[in-house]
């Protein structure tokens, strides 16, 4: 019997205990192997070299350098790696500008387990899969335009207690790029001038409830 292939994967997450519970998740799939462990983007680019694997899994959002660019830093020593985005954050922005940078797909941690299987094999033969990313929509015109996502619910929460971009960034585990498209996004979708008028007009459509609902089960990111 010729003996399983496996993906040999790197893993590469700044956030210790979801990093150790994805390599334990992912070691009971009979085709995966976990070869290496980094915690931030200069301790991934010297594994990748030290150990080639056949798929990364990246964060994008990481203290010191971040996901973008270790991303390049990889791709100009191996333009033919094959690295998968695994993230929280879940805008389309963030998404078009890893994939332009050349990821070859993009998960959010949001998504099923069996999804992030697939999509590690998808990239592993070639594929380029997107999962979990919250799709652009057109501007609307005024607040009956759609509701606001479990992300955008918990974002106007935060706006109600007066953080910043910055600081929703840092409470939410994303970029300070994200908060700013959520913020935008919910901005449009109430049909506000601001974000004071947004928060204003989510009191009024009985949001901010759901707001304290989204923050208080928030996943594990």
């Given amino acids: ?47 990748w070299q030290q ?15 971040d996901g973008i660019a270790t991303l390049h830093r990889i791709l100009r020593v191996a333009p033919a790696a094959r690295i998968l985005m695994l993230t929280s954050a879940e805008s389309h922005e963030d998404a078009t500008r890893a994939l332009d940078a050349g990821a070859r797909g993009y998960v959010t941690k949001h998504v099923g387990h069996r999804e992030l299987f697939e999509a590690i094999r998808d990239v592993h033969a070639g594929g380029r899969p997107v999962a979990g990313v919250v799709k652009t929509r057109p501007a609307p015109a ?5 509701p ?33 498209a959520h913020v935008a996004g919910i901005i449009e979708k109430l049909g506000a001038g601001d974000r004071t008028q947004a928060v204003a007009r989510a009191f009024d459509l009985g949001l901010l409830k759901a707001a304290s609902a989204a923050r208080s089960g928030e996943a594990l990111k």
Avoid: C, W
């Fill in 51 to 65: 150990h080639e694997p056949d798929v990364t899994l990246l964060d994008l959002a990481m203290h010191g350098v």
């Fill in 148 to 180: 606001l996502t479990r992300r955008e619910l918990e974002v106007v929460g935060l706006l109600r207690e007066g953080f910043t971009n910055n600081e929703i960034a840092k409470l939410l585990g994303i970029s300070t790029h994200t908060a700013k």
């Fill in 142 to 146: 005024g607040p009956s335009a759609g």
């Fill in 1 to 47: 019997m010729t003996p399983l292939r496996k993906i040999r994967l790197l893993l590469v997450d700044d956030h210790p205990v979801m990093r150790v519970g994805l390599a334990n998740l992912l070691a009971s799939e009979r085709d995966f192997l976990v070869v290496a462990q980094a915690d931030g983007g200069d301790d991934a680019y010297s594994l």
